[in-house]
């Protein structure tokens, strides 16, 4: 196929739009059901980067659930604890190692990956396509689909699922150009790939890095290299549990990271895991549930819609509940897609358990934060390279 036909382009009125090769050969993509969209081709492009990277350097299935060319999740085939498959709503189902990579993925921010972009490093199975086929999403790229995990996802939303194969062994141009106001930029693509060298220049006190932790900073660095800089994320048992993406301050990036961070922690507690919910309740009302009993500002007049989700009004957790059960989470991996021009984003992953950081390096105040890093006992490499992605 030469071209691709979109509906139309980031929005209604930006039309006609199509997809195609400037060098006039095939697309490297097929679509197998439904009709993805400009914004879908987006997610899925940048998000097949990132788990063919993730699977070629750590070895395993990986899946990245992607909302507006940034990743709200990306994880590797970890197998999950009985609490992580419930407060994922997969309690109830046979994983493969893939379904497991995305049940991680999608799992640790689901407000964010409501109507999410999937990637999948590995061939589709049946267990993966009955997940995503009972998740709210409007896409997949994958490079292969075994038949029958085929047929359910081209059941999904009657028909227009966008289900899309890529093919594997597609390599673009080492040059890319896009245009910007009519204007054409061009540059070396960013085809670097993370190694274990990246993490050998450690500059703290602390010198210890096991390997979990460095399966970690490779999730934290692959993830960040397809993230929209300004970005952070925190990274623990194969999978991000917070990314902040976009934001022009680097310490909002870690606060906004952290805070989901935070939220995924708190999902756990068992108080959260014994809401009495009501019966038929459906799992994106009760993610917008859940995420609002676990916000402390919420007033009287709010939780009057609690009467709709649950049987009873819970209890929320106090604050000395919420620093307590917080406390319990440790060996978090921060990453940065460049350097901590202050102490403070370390000083806010301190209060989220960080243990390992990983950043380039390079800012004129690096020693603050080597400082900062040796009073809270953290390990930090500098990889000397930054991962800016626009």
């Known amino acids: 196929m030469k071209d691709l036909t979109l509906r139309y382009g980031t929005n209604p009125n930006q039309s006609p739009a199509r997809v195609y090769m400037q060098d006039g050969s095939?697309?490297?993509?097929?679509?197998?059901?439904?009709?993805?969209?400009?914004?879908?081709?987006?997610?899925a492009l940048n998000a097949w980067q990132l788990v063919r990277e993730?699977?070629?350097?750590?070895?395993?299935?990986?899946?990245?659930?992607?909302?507006?060319?940034?990743?709200s999740g990306a994880a590797v085939a970890v197998p999950l604890t009985d609490i992580l498959k419930k407060i994922y709503f997969v309690d109830d189902m046979e994983l493969s190692p893939l379904a497991t990579a995305y049940a991680r993925a999608r799992g640790v921010d689901r407000m964010s990956s409501f109507g999410d972009f999937i990637a999948l490093s590995d061939t589709v199975d049946v267990p993966t396509a009955k997940l995503i086929s009972r998740e709210v999403s409007d896409g997949v790229i994958a490079?292969?689909?075994?038949?029958?995990?085929?047929?359910?996802?081209?059941?999904?939303?009657?028909?227009?699922?966008?289900?899309?194969?890529?093919?594997?062994?597609?390599?673009?141009?080492?040059?890319?150009?896009?245009?910007?106001f009519g204007v054409s930029m061009e540059q070396r693509r960013n085809d670097r790939i993370v190694t274990r060298e990246d993490f050998a220049n450690i500059v703290t006190k602390k010198k210890d890095l096991p390997e979990s932790a460095v399966r970690d900073m490779f999730i934290a660095w692959i993830?960040?290299?397809?993230?929209?800089?300004?970005?952070?994320?925190?990274?623990?048992?194969?999978?991000?549990?917070?990314?902040?993406?976009?934001?022009?301050?680097?310490?909002?990036?870690?606060?906004?990271?952290?805070?989901?961070?935070?939220?995924?922690?708190?999902?756990?507690?068992?108080?959260?895991?014994?809401?009495?919910?009501?019966?038929?309740?459906?799992?994106?009302?009760?993610?917008?549930?859940?995420?609002?009993?676990?916000?402390?500002?919420?007033?009287?007049?709010?939780?009057?819609?609690?009467?709709?989700?649950?049987?009873e009004i819970p209890k929320q957790l106090?604050?000395?509940?919420?620093?307590?059960?917080?406390?319990?989470?440790?060996d978090v991996t921060l990453g940065s897609d460049a350097f901590f021009p202050f102490r403070d984003s370390i000083d806010r992953a301190a209060k989220s358990g960080v243990k390992y950081v990983l950043q380039p390096g390079g800012s004129n105040r690096d020693e603050d934060v080597i400082a900062a890093c040796d009073e809270y006992g953290m390990t930090m490499v500098f990889s000397g390279l930054r991962f800016f992605h626009h």
Do not use: M
């Open 26 to 43: 095939d697309l490297p993509i097929t679509v197998l059901g439904g009709s993805p969209g400009y914004i879908n081709l987006l997610d």
């Open 54 to 71: 993730l699977k070629q350097v750590i070895g395993q299935p990986a899946a990245a659930s992607f909302k507006h060319v940034s990743p």
């Open 143 to 180: 490079p292969a689909y075994e038949p029958e995990a085929l047929e359910i996802l081209k059941k999904k939303k009657q028909g227009k699922y966008a289900v899309v194969q890529i093919d594997p062994a597609y390599e673009p141009q080492l040059t890319e150009t896009r245009q910007v």
């Open 223 to 311: 993830t960040l290299k397809f993230t929209q800089s300004n970005s952070v994320c925190y990274v623990t048992d194969g999978q991000t549990i917070g990314v902040g993406a976009g934001q022009q301050s680097r310490v909002h990036c870690a606060r906004l990271a952290g805070s989901k961070a935070d939220l995924w922690r708190l999902r756990q507690h068992p108080s959260v895991l014994a809401l009495p919910f009501k019966e038929g309740v459906k799992r994106p009302d009760r993610d917008n549930a859940i995420d609002q009993f676990l916000q402390p500002d919420v007033t009287d007049e709010e939780k009057k819609n609690w009467v709709n989700v649950f049987t």
């Open 318 to 330: 106090t604050a000395e509940e919420r620093r307590a059960w917080l406390d319990g989470l440790t």
